[in-house]
C-alpha cells in the first residue's frame, strides 16, 4: 500500500477520450475523463473528493459529470462535495436505491450515458453489490468496471450470488478482446499470488505475475489491463475453463460452481 501512495496520475488517450488514472485512499483509483472534442469532464467514481479536487484544479478542469458504479462509501464518498462544489450531475445504478448520495439520473441495463461527443452504454454487473454497473464506451473500446472485475481478481459477493456475479461477468466476456478495462483498485498482486496457487504451472499465469511483481517494484500502477489478458489469465473469468476446474477438483461441473469454489477459495486465502 505504501507504494501505491508514492503513485502520481497516470494519463492515457484513447482517441478523443483522454483518461487520468488517479490514486487515492489506500488503493482505489478515481478516473478523470476528458473529451478532447467538447471538453467535457467526467469522474468516474468519487474516493476522495479533495484529491480528485486538487487534480481537476491542476489541469484546469471543471467537473460536468459523476457516473458511479455503486454505492459503496469509497466510490461515493467525495459526491455531494465535488457536486457542491463544481455543480456536476450525477448518475448512478437504479438498482442501488437510494443509496447513491446526490444521484440526479439512475440508470438501467442498456442506457445511454451521454459525454460530450461520446456515449457509454450501461451494463448491469450485480453480485459485489446488487445494483452494480459497468459503463462501457464502446467506440473507444475502454470500460469502467468498478469493483465487478479486478486485474487477476473479481468482487466479494456482499450483496448477489456465484450465479450472478458469473453471468455479470459474461457481459464483460463478451466486449471485445482489445478493450481496455479500468478497475477501482490495485489489488493485482495479491490476486497473482492466488491465482497462482490454484495453477502455479500456467504459463501465461506466470509470465503475467513476473510482470506484475516488475510493475510493483517500481511503483507502477497495473492498471489499466486488457480483456485478453483477463481471458487467458483471471481464474474468474476462467470457470467454463476445464483446466481450471480439473485444478480446483471439479472436472466435468457447471461452470457457476467452479466460479463459486473459486470465489470461497478467495475469500479465505
Given at each position: 500500500m ?6 502520481s ?8 477520450l ?10 482505489n483509483y478515481?478516473?478523470l ?24 484544479n ?15 462509501p ?14 456536476a ?5 437504479a438498482?442501488e ?13 442498456g442506457?445511454q450515458?451521454?459525454?460530450?461527443g ?7 454487473t450485480?453480485g ?25 481478481g ?11 456475479m ?5 457481459k ?5 478482446p ?6 477501482a483498485h ?5 490476486n497473482?499470488?492466488?491465482a ?5 504451472d ?19 500502477p497495473?492498471?489499466?489491463?486488457t480483456?485478453?489478458q483477463?481471458?487467458q489469465?483471471?481464474?474468474f ?6 483446466a ?13 460452481d ?12
Amino acid at each position: 500500500m505504501a507504494v501505491l501512495r508514492q503513485q502520481s496520475a497516470m494519463e492515457n488517450r484513447h482517441g478523443p477520450l483522454t483518461v487520468v488514472q488517479l490514486p487515492c485512499l489506500q488503493d482505489n483509483y478515481a478516473f478523470l475523463l476528458k473529451d478532447e472534442g467538447s471538453g467535457t469532464v467526467a469522474t468516474v467514481d468519487t474516493p476522495d473528493a479533495d484529491a480528485i479536487g486538487a487534480a481537476l484544479n491542476e489541469r484546469g478542469w471543471g467537473l460536468d459529470l459523476i457516473l458511479n458504479t455503486h454505492w459503496h462509501p469509497d466510490h461515493t464518498g467525495g459526491n455531494e462535495a465535488l457536486k457542491a462544489r463544481f455543480g456536476a450531475h450525477i448518475v448512478g445504478p437504479a438498482g442501488e436505491d437510494d443509496r447513491i448520495p446526490g444521484r440526479d439520473r439512475a440508470v438501467v441495463d442498456g442506457d445511454q450515458v451521454a459525454f460530450g461527443g461520446l456515449n457509454a452504454q450501461v451494463l448491469e454487473t450485480p453480485g459485489h453489490t446488487k445494483g452494480h454497473i459497468v459503463f462501457h464506451f464502446a467506440d473507444q473500446k475502454v470500460g469502467f468496471v468498478g469493483d465487478t472485475l479486478f486485474s487477476l481478481g473479481c468482487g466479494r459477493l456482499f450483496e448477489g450470488t456465484p450465479a450472478q456475479m458469473w453471468t455479470s461477468l459474461g457481459k464483460l466476456r463478451a466486449m471485445p478482446p482489445e478493450t481496455v478495462l479500468y478497475c477501482a483498485h490495485e489489488y493485482t498482486a495479491a490476486n497473482a499470488k492466488f491465482a497462482l496457487s490454484l495453477e502455479p504451472d500456467h504459463a501465461p499465469l506466470k509470465e503475467r505475475a513476473a510482470e506484475i511483481e516488475r510493475l510493483r517494484a517500481e511503483g507502477q500502477p497495473t492498471v489499466p489491463m486488457t480483456l485478453s489478458q483477463e481471458l487467458q489469465t483471471n481464474p474468474f473469468l476462467r470457470a467454463d475453463d476445464p483446466a481450471l476446474a480439473a485444478s480446483v477438483g471439479l472436472r466435468g461441473a457447471a461452470p457457476t460452481d467452479v466460479f463459486a469454489d473459486v470465489r470461497r477459495r478467495k475469500d479465505e486465502f
